[in-house]
């Protein structure tokens, strides 16, 4: 596989969004709600560049993909939803591509009237969502390459990889 962007570089780059985010929710309440399972790597080190002591971690599980192609529908643990009535949400992704798993979030989420929904994503593939989703916090525009590691798998593998690799195959 090949490196696409390095540990280094994801470091940087989580402190700049830290200090972005925290600017721009200084002196209010507002929820860290991560996308499981890809936002657990990425998020977790996010988190700790939040410069607050009134956000609140939360996390919910949303899945359209099977290996390298999205499946169109997606699946979500319905749970409490009605838990982010009237909360400041900050929703925190792995990665934007067709722009389904959001769409369909942020429809759920209008019904339970939060206060506020903003996105933040490491990763963007700007090309393929074409503005569907608007993400207000953006790591990386990347193209159209599947990729995987800290936290982004391919079949629930390689999410351990420090770096993010370019997935071209079983074979390695
Ligand atoms: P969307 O619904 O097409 O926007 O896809 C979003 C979800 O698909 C993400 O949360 C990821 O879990 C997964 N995904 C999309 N592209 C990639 C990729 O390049 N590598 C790993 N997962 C991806
Ligand atoms: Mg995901």
Not at 39 to 59: M, N, P, Q, W, Y
């Amino acid at each position: 596989m090949k490196t696409l962007i390095s540990a280094e570089e994801l470091k940087k780059r989580v402190k700049e969004l830290g200090k972005q985010i925290s600017e721009d929710y200084e002196g209010k309440e507002f929820t860290f709600l991560l996308v499981l399972k890809g936002s657990t790597i990425f998020g977790a080190d996010l988190f700790r560049e939040i410069k607050s002591h009134r956000v609140e971690l939360d996390c919910i599980r949303l899945s359209s993909y099977k290996g390298t192609k999205s499946t169109g529908s997606v699946s979500m643990d319905h749970g409490e939803l009605a838990r982010f009535e009237g909360r400041n949400l900050l929703v925190v992704e792995d990665i934007v591509d067709t722009g389904t798993t959001l769409s369909f979030f942020l429809k759920e989420l209008e019904k339970v009237k939060p206060e506020s929904v903003r996105i933040c994503s490491l990763f963007e593939k700007k090309k393929v969502n074409q503005g569907k989703v608007k993400v207000d916090y953006l790591g990386f525009d990347i193209g159209n390459e599947f990729i995987v590691g800290y936290g982004l798998d391919y079949n629930q593998k390689y999410r351990n990889l420090p770096d993010i690799e370019i997935y071209e195959g079983e074979n390695d």
